[in-house]
Nanobody, 122 residues
Framework: QVQLVESGGGLVQPGGSLRLSCTAS????????MAWYRQAPGQQRELVAT?????????NYADSVKGRFTISTNNAKNTVYLEMNSLKPEDTAIYYC??????????????WGQGTQVTVSS
């Protein structure tokens, strides 16, 4: 079994900052990539940022968060972070972590965390 557990959400004023964490645990052979998604009420889940676990460490961001959010990983801890700065009310959503994990050399699947609420409001 593999589990992803997120933390770090909460209530913050516009212009403030939050740092989300997501740790993968269980039977893990290799993590290929990790990502953050978010879903606001009444809207579809959208990709926020991705990072690959490769020599290039490729990183991509949604246009709406470029320059404000930073994704990073601690591979030794199987953890991905999302540093969120200059937060806006429109960033309010449930944030989900997703990981592309190989449990063995031949078993690969996507795993999701339970989500953490981020609310940006004065």
């Amino acid at each position: 079994q593999v589990q992803l557990v997120e933390s770090g959400g909460g209530l913050v004023q516009p212009g403030g900052s939050l740092r989300l964490s997501c740790t993968a645990s269980g039977s893990i052979f290799k993590i290929n990539s990790m990502a953050w998604y978010r879903q606001a009420p009444g809207q579809q889940r959208e990709l926020v940022a991705t990072i690959t676990n490769s020599r290039s460490g490729s990183i991509n961001y949604a246009d709406s968060v470029k320059g404000r959010f930073t994704i990073s990983t601690n591979n030794a801890k199987n953890t991905v972070y999302l540093e969120m700065n200059s937060l806006k009310p429109e960033d309010t959503a449930i944030y989900y972590c997703k990981a592309d994990i190989m449990r063995t050399a031949f078993r690969r699947a996507d795993y999701w965390g339970q989500g953490t609420q981020v609310t940006v409001s004065s």
